[in-house]
Nanobody, 125 residues
């Protein structure tokens, strides 16, 4: 399994931007689909964005389409989440996740078996 460490969270005003990074350790990163999930207080952990192993395919939950961009650099074992035009409802702990099915990704928590510790994103109104 990959070991994942997120960074880049923080406090930002509505309309602002943040870039999250997730550094993976392990030899299988370049053949593993990745995703970002988020969990708001008192709510379930939800899918936010996903990316295929080679980076050519990306997918997003409807509420972040056009504002968030997921990308990866397999040479650096890193996946990113660029978040623009942030809204207070984006406030959550954001988690990086690695698919348990290798290059095949997914949209739900059971599809992933490696998780980072999470990074807090707070958007003030």
């Amino acid at each position: 399994q990959l070991q994942l460490v997120e960074s880049g969270g923080g406090l930002v005003q509505a309309g602002g931007s943040l870039r999250l990074s997730c550094l993976a350790s392990g030899r299988s990163f370049s053949t593993t689909a990745m995703a970002w999930f988020r969990q708001a207080p008192g709510k379930e952990r939800d899918f936010a964005a996903g990316i295929s192993a080679n980076g050519r395919s990306t997918y997003y939950r409807d509420s972040v389409k056009g504002r968030f961009t997921i990308s990866r650099d397999n040479a650096k074992n890193t996946v990113y989440l660029q978040m623009n035009t942030l809204k207070p409802e984006d406030t959550a702990v954001y988690y990086c996740a690695a698919s348990k099915r290798g290059a095949e990704g997914g949209l739900s928590v059971p599809d992933f078996n490696s998780w980072g510790q999470g990074t807090q994103v707070t958007v003030s109104s």
